[in-house]
């Protein structure tokens, strides 16, 4: 099973022949991120960045999250979009959720939602995932990376969908 790191490395070579720079913005994941996109090859030339938004009010006040629980479809997408206009960046992926063991918002432990904001719009899911808070955030880590790739290969070398 590929790894986030894999993920990464791909979607460095990708980014950077296409043009297209990436930040993100994260909750759960504290970091976890930004630091396997950052050490993918020549991150220097397509990764804007990234914002560690763990407390609720730093969502809500860098990031224009709205009054919502942080652990919805709202704010994901707020997230993403926030931190692709703060960083100017073509892509953004944003993650916040329940990483465990309590509950969340409301939410069970392992309920991640997911945004990714571009030229296109921004769209948003949700994953639950499995397991003791660290893996979640290694699963999240894992699919908001594959996410990132999928949306660069399927974005023309302006950023467009191809």
């Not at 296109?120 to 290694?138: L, S, Y």
Request: contains cysteine; aromatic residues 4%.
């Amino acid at each position: 099973m590929p790894h986030a790191d894999d993920y990464a490395q791909e979607l460095a070579e990708l980014a950077q022949e296409a043009e297209i720079t990436v930040a993100v913005a994260e909750s759960l994941t504290s970091g976890r991120l930004s630091a396997t996109l950052g050490a993918a090859p020549n991150s220097s030339d397509w990764f804007r960045g990234g914002l560690v938004a763990y407390s609720t009010e730093v969502k809500q006040t860098v990031l224009g999250v709205p009054d919502v629980p942080v652990v919805s479809r709202i704010a994901a997408e707020a997230m993403a979009t926030g931190v692709r206009k703060l960083l100017k960046a073509g892509v953004a992926v944003a993650v916040t959720g329940a990483g465990g063991p309590d509950p969340q918002d409301g939410q069970p432990p392992g309920s991640v939602w997911f945004a990714i904001a571009g030229e296109q719009g921004v769209r948003a899911w949700h994953r639950q995932f499995d397991g003791e808070p660290a893996d979640v955030v290694e699963q999240t880590v894992a699919c908001a990376t594959e996410t990132l790739l999928d949306t660069v290969r399927s974005l023309g070398r302006d950023g467009s969908p191809s």
